[in-house]
């Protein structure tokens, strides 16, 4: 039994007042949840405090919420490792007192009287807040997962027993499967905050479940209509946030990369946002020079090879002028540090046979072309044991 | 201990539900309360008979309980299989209290609703040859149990849940809406139910031809548990305040296989898999209690022989016994048991594909419920009932692992089918708004109670829970049984004064949990009077007054209804087609 104090986020939609900080101190073994802490705030001190949650095991996904900044299930994470966190943070005031990620600008820390840190817990974001703990997922989350058409669409009539397909096509799928829509990942989100209409991670990794699934008829239409969407596939900056925090392990950036491969796949290369075109130039570039030469990346993408340069498309032009002011603040934020950076052939060549051994990774790539799925491989931390004791390690997936 | 300090104002004011609150007064021909898998199965398969369906959930369908199904459903479907077979190890689970008509209806229907699921898109794991592929377990004969490796439920509920996006046009849902009392016409028909929506706190009067309750067991009634925290029996309860018949409401399940302290289920698949049952000495003890099955006993009989070691002596000094799943390959613990691994990890702190883990019996599920037919038909007419609410009876004494799916979705689908058919060749009535001018005083009177005029909601749920668990368990006598029932009458007067602190209308979780908390009660007494009268051992009711199974006097249902004072007993027969009841081994 320890006690832990609780920095909570509140919101009484009803007072007229604003949102504020509320804090509770709870006595609890380290290894329960801070869900069972704000229950027991909950129920000892103050019954409006309110968040959904239901199962407490992680299963039902009601109470995504974001503790010391991260998005998360409030029943997966231990007060004792929550604690931790919050110390190494500096939440009550330490020399890193910067939040991280995600966490509310507005709120910087202060020492709180015991000299420990409390455990903060805000609403999820990207998500309007309704009370407390409590937001909308209904016109954010559900309206994206509504978008992506999420029932499977078989064509004709069903067999007579079952579909026979492959047995590791399901165990792929099932890892979408997993998905418990708790919107962590969807909290998470960078490019979303940059861009609300984006699809996300939640609702593309559902459209992997369907595209992924060879009992569905239109692949290729999920495929065209998800390119083609400008808030689509190609709008994940591939940050890993959603990775993080997903508790089931659906890994969700995976499954959009996965859209995207299978998309180029089916030759399907014209999105608007350049996205497939973009992709391939930077995996051109790193393989040339192994490391990324910026000044490279836009005419490449519009514009590949020798024969894109001399003969380049109409889209292209347009697609290079309207990536002018884009090139401007590059320059201005930082990203490319000197104007000689933008002059092409320039870019420094990586020493030794550093660029052997990112070909040798390229090719290792291309012979391997098994996906990697928590279903069938295990846990990282697994690999190693596993890979010791033999052939039990990785299938390949059929396509 | 308030901070004061305030935050940035939130730029985003709550959302508008008023596009909700302001649709057209709801009336549907069928009328589905809860939205696990009985109740979206029942949705879908009423609107197949082009009626109007509404389904009312407390949560959002994808939070419901269904998902907490981890090893499979099961169903006769492999060549060499039979559905009498499936009945069979059914009937003898049930210690020869199910229904025999109604568990050959669920086992011959079993093999088609598996079927269909798998033509709607669950991801049901496939044998080498992509057929569908199954998995052991326990209390069963054959091999017949199929799986999305230990999500299943969770698989089958989302599945369905895209199946009511697809129909929207046909199905009305009503997400996080609670539902307070069910309404009645002068004729004594349910024609209707009186809703509290969450979001905005306004009360709603629904209108229907047929309601079907389908809002899972009452868990939560027992602490600990693991049911989770919506289990509050609120369809058993509603059902009885208008006067339905209970039914085997005495039969508790108790999970061979649950977390010690937090009550989380490790599924039983994992014994289905292969692991073994350890007491503190390293023994295998199932040896002792059921040499041929083992570990998959059925769950009575496996939870009965833990508490025995653990009240012998012979278990850890945490009041558990230990379940070795390293005994099953660790890539087919990944493949098959991924959920207990995170369970084992983010819970327990231990990994499971490396170390034995401790568990012991937990309160897990209500075999009993409000009594159907096998159409769902309650004792009142209008009114339907499907899932773990439900008492048909499939599950008599004892639910086999892996039938409480197929219970939720043949029985769900078969209400489903027969509200809808009644809608058709019914007249609407309307029921009378007094009902809710009466529900509305209800809440405001828990509202307008003054803080310190009572005890806390939570306490009292606290001490009830806990008090079930001690005396309304795996063995019980007549001692521990009354004190648990004086508890709960106690209890029911102090509800009557706990307060609320929330007086608000937007996401009012208090006032909601005072409103459990009078249907957790409800189930409670009647539990305790059924275990009362039932004075022999059968399936979960192990009486230590009364050791032995009797046929003679005991081989019948105990059916409950509101009387003045407390349920009234009545008796109805066990239907029996053709087994005939005899000594239960394993």
């Known amino acids: 039994m320890a006690t832990y104090t609780l920095k909570v986020r509140r919101y009484q939609p009803e007072s007229g007042e604003g949102p504020f900080w509320e804090e509770f101190d709870v006595d609890l073994d380290p290894s329960l949840s801070v869900l069972d802490g704000i229950l027991q705030a909950k129920d000892r001190e103050d019954g409006s405090l309110a968040v959904?949650?239901?199962?407490?095991?992680?299963?039902?996904?009601?109470?995504?919420?974001?503790?010391?900044?991260?998005?998360?299930?409030?029943?997966?994470?231990?007060?004792?490792?929550?604690?931790?966190?919050?110390?190494?943070?500096?939440?009550?005031?330490?020399?890193?007192?910067?939040?991280?990620?995600?966490?509310?600008?507005?709120?910087?820390?202060?020492?709180?009287?015991?000299?420990?840190?409390?455990?903060?817990?805000?609403?999820?974001?990207?998500?309007?807040?309704?009370?407390?703990?409590?937001?909308?997922?209904?016109?954010?989350?559900?309206?994206?997962?509504?978008?992506?058409?999420?029932?499977l669409l078989p064509h004709g009539d069903p067999p007579e027993r079952e579909y026979v397909v492959e047995p590791e096509s399901m165990i792929d799928v099932t890892q979408s499967m997993a998905c418990i829509q708790c919107g962590a990942c969807v909290s998470s989100c960078l490019s979303m905050e940059a861009d609300p209409e984006f699809i996300g991670p939640a609702a593309l990794a559902k459209a992997y479940r369907f595209v992924g699934d060879p009992r569905d008829a239109e692949t290729r239409e999920r495929l065209h209509d998800l390119a083609h969407d400008p808030h689509g596939i190609y709008d994940c900056t591939h940050c890993f946030s959603?990775?993080?925090?997903?508790?089931?392990?659906?890994?969700?950036?995976?499954?959009?990369?996965?859209?995207?491969?299978?998309?180029?796949?089916?030759?399907?290369?014209?999105?608007?946002?350049?996205?497939?075109?973009?992709?391939?130039?930077?995996?051109?570039?790193?393989?040339?020079?192994?490391?990324?030469?910026?000044?490279?990346?836009?005419?490449?993408?519009y514009a590949p090879g020798v024969k894109g340069k001399l003969k380049p498309t109409k889209g292209a032009i347009k697609g290079l002028l309207g990536s002018i002011p884009t090139g401007i603040r590059a320059l201005r934020s930082g990203k490319v540090r000197s104007l000689g950076q933008m002059i092409p052939g320039v870019h420094?060549?990586?020493?030794?046979?550093?660029?052997?051994?990112?070909?040798?990774?390229?090719?290792?790539?291309?012979?391997?072309?098994?996906?990697?799925?928590?279903?069938?491989?295990?846990?990282?931390?697994?690999?190693?044991?596993?890979?010791?004791?033999?052939?039990?390690?990785?299938?390949?997936?059929?396509? | 201990m308030v901070s004061g300090r305030r935050a940035a104002p939130n730029p985003t004011a709550p959302s508008d539900f008023s596009r909700i609150a302001s649709a057209a007064v709801p009336t549907h021909d069928v009328l589905v309360i809860g939205a696990g898998l009985a109740g979206q199965r029942a949705a879908l398969a009423a609107a197949e008979q082009g009626v109007s369906v509404g389904i009312l959930s407390k949560v959002h369908p994808v939070r419901s309980h269904s998902n907490a199904a981890q090893g499979g459903i099961n169903a006769a479907l492999n060549p060499g299989d039979s559905w009498e077979s499936h009945a069979y190890d059914t009937v003898k689970g049930s210690d020869y209290l199910g229904d025999q008509d109604a568990i050959e209806i669920m086992c011959r229907e079993a093999p088609e609703e598996i079927l269909h699921l798998e033509h709607l898109g669950v991801t049901f794991h496939r044998n080498e040859e992509g057929k569908l592929g199954t998995r052991a377990f326990g209390g069963a004969s054959a091999a017949r149990t199929y799986y999305v490796a230990d999500i299943t439920g969770q698989a089958i509920m989302h599945v369905l849940y895209e199946q009511l996006m697809k129909h929207s046009e046909t199905v009305a849902r009503y997400e996080e809406w609670f539902c307070t009392a069910l309404a009645m016409d002068e004729n004594g028909e349910c024609c209707g139910a009186v809703t509290r929506n969450?979001?905005?706190?306004?009360?709603?009067?629904?209108?229907?031809?047929?309601?079907?309750?389908?809002?899972?067991?009452?868990?939560?009634?027992?602490?600990?548990?693991?049911?989770?925290?919506?289990?509050?029996?609120?369809?058993?309860?509603?059902?009885?305040?208008?006067?339905?018949?209970?039914?085997?409401?005495?039969?508790?399940?108790?999970?061979?296989?649950t977390l010690a302290g937090k009550g989380f289920l490790i599924t039983e698949g994992a014994r289905g898999e292969g692991a073994h049952l350890l007491n503190a000495k390293g023994e295998r003890f199932m040896e002792r209690y059921a040499p041929n099955k083992m570990e998959l006993a059925s769950r009575d009989v496996v939870?009965?022989?833990?508490?025995?070691?653990?009240?012998?002596?012979?278990?850890?000094?945490?009041?558990?016994?230990?379940?070795?799943?390293?005994?099953?390959?660790?890539?087919?613990?990944?493949?098959?048991?991924?959920?207990?691994?995170?369970?084992?990890?983010?819970?327990?702190?231990?990994?499971?594909?490396?170390?034995?883990?401790?568990?012991?019996?937990?309160?897990?599920?209500?075999?009993?419920?409000?009594?159907?037919?096998?159409?769902?038909?309650?004792?009142?007419?209008?009114?339907?009932?499907?899932?773990?609410?439900?008492?048909?009876?499939?599950?008599?004494?004892?639910?086999l692992g892996a039938n409480s799916l197929l219970d939720t979705l043949i029985f769900g689908r078969r209400s489903g089918a027969d509200a809808a058919a009644r809608a058709k060749r019914t007249e609407a009535s309307r029921p009378s708004s007094e009902v809710l001018e009466a529900e509305q005083a209800t809440i405001d009177d828990v509202l307008a109670r003054e803080k310190?005029?009572?005890?806390?909601?939570?306490?009292?749920?606290?001490?009830?829970?806990?008090?079930?668990?001690?005396?309304?368990?795996?063995?019980?006598?007549?001692?521990?049984?009354?004190?648990?029932?004086?508890?709960?009458?106690?209890l029911e007067e102090e509800a009557k004064s706990a307060y609320v602190d929330d007086k608000g209308r937007i996401f009012n979780q208090d006032v909601l949990a005072a409103i459990e908390l009078g249907y957790m009660l409800d189930n409670a007494e009647c539990t305790c009077v059924a275990a009362l009268e039932r004075k022999e051992s059968r399936g979960a009711q192990y009486r230590t007054d009364f050791p032995e199974r009797n046929d003679e006097e005991w081989l019948k249902h105990i059916d409950l209804q509101r009387g003045d004072e407390g349920p009234d007993v009545s008796y109805s027969e066990v239907t029996i087609t053709q087994w005939e009841p005899e000594e239960r081994k394993y």
């Not at chain 1, 009287?113 to 409390?118: E, L, M, S, W, Y």
């Not at chain 1, 390229?362 to 931390?381: D, Q, R």
């Not at chain 1, 190693?384 to 052939?391: K, M, N, T, V, Y």
């Not at chain 2, 006067?243 to 005495?250: P, R």
Request: proline residues 5%.
């Open chain 1, 52 to 151: 959904r949650c239901s199962c407490r095991a992680a299963i039902c996904g009601s109470c995504g919420v974001k503790i010391n900044g991260s998005s998360t299930l409030a029943c997966k994470t231990q007060l004792g490792e929550a604690h931790e966190a919050a110390n190494r943070r500096g939440n009550g005031g330490g020399e890193t007192a910067a939040p991280p990620r995600g966490a509310d600008e507005e709120y910087t820390p202060q020492p709180s009287a015991g000299g420990t840190n409390p455990i903060v817990v805000e609403p999820m974001g990207n998500m309007p807040v309704v009370k407390d703990l409590i937001v909308d997922m209904e016109s954010t989350h559900w309206e994206k997962i509504r978008r992506v058409t999420p029932w």
């Open chain 1, 242 to 301: 959603c990775i993080d925090a997903c508790p089931k392990g659906v890994a969700p950036m995976d499954q959009i990369m996965r859209l995207r491969r299978l998309a180029g796949d089916e030759g399907i290369d014209d999105d608007p946002n350049n996205g497939h075109n973009h992709m391939e130039a930077f995996t051109r570039i790193i393989e040339k020079k192994g490391t990324l030469d910026e000044s490279l990346l836009l005419q490449e993408s």
């Open chain 2, 303 to 399: 939870s009965r022989a833990e508490q025995t070691e653990i009240n012998e002596g012979r278990g850890f000094p945490d009041g558990t016994v230990a379940l070795d799943i390293t005994v099953v390959p660790k890539k087919r613990i990944h493949e098959a048991l991924r959920e207990i691994v995170l369970v084992g990890r983010d819970f327990a702190g231990v990994d499971i594909t490396r170390e034995p883990i401790h568990i012991k019996p937990g309160n897990h599920y209500t075999m009993g419920g409000v009594k159907t037919d096998v159409d769902g038909r309650t004792d009142v007419p209008g009114l339907y009932a499907a899932g773990e609410v439900a008492c048909v009876s499939v599950h008599g004494g004892n639910r």
């Open chain 2, 198 to 257: 969450i979001a905005d706190g306004s009360m709603e009067l629904f209108r229907a031809k047929s309601v079907i309750l389908a809002c899972g067991g009452n868990g939560q009634a027992w602490k600990p548990t693991t049911n989770a925290l919506i289990c509050t029996g609120d369809g058993i309860a509603m059902a009885y305040r208008v006067g339905a018949k209970l039914m085997d409401m005495e039969m508790i399940q108790y999970h061979p296989t």
């Open chain 2, 452 to 490: 310190g005029s009572g005890r806390r909601i939570s306490e009292i749920k606290l001490e009830l829970g806990q008090t079930m668990d001690e005396y309304v368990a795996v063995f019980r006598d007549e001692a521990g049984i009354q004190q648990a029932l004086e508890t709960v009458r106690r």
């Open chain 1, 348 to 399: 420094h060549k990586l020493p030794g046979g550093a660029q052997g051994d990112v070909k040798a990774v390229y090719e290792h790539a291309e012979e391997h072309g098994e996906e990697l799925n928590l279903y069938i491989k295990g846990e990282e931390a697994d690999e190693e044991q596993a890979l010791g004791a033999g052939e039990e390690t990785t299938e390949e997936r059929p396509r």
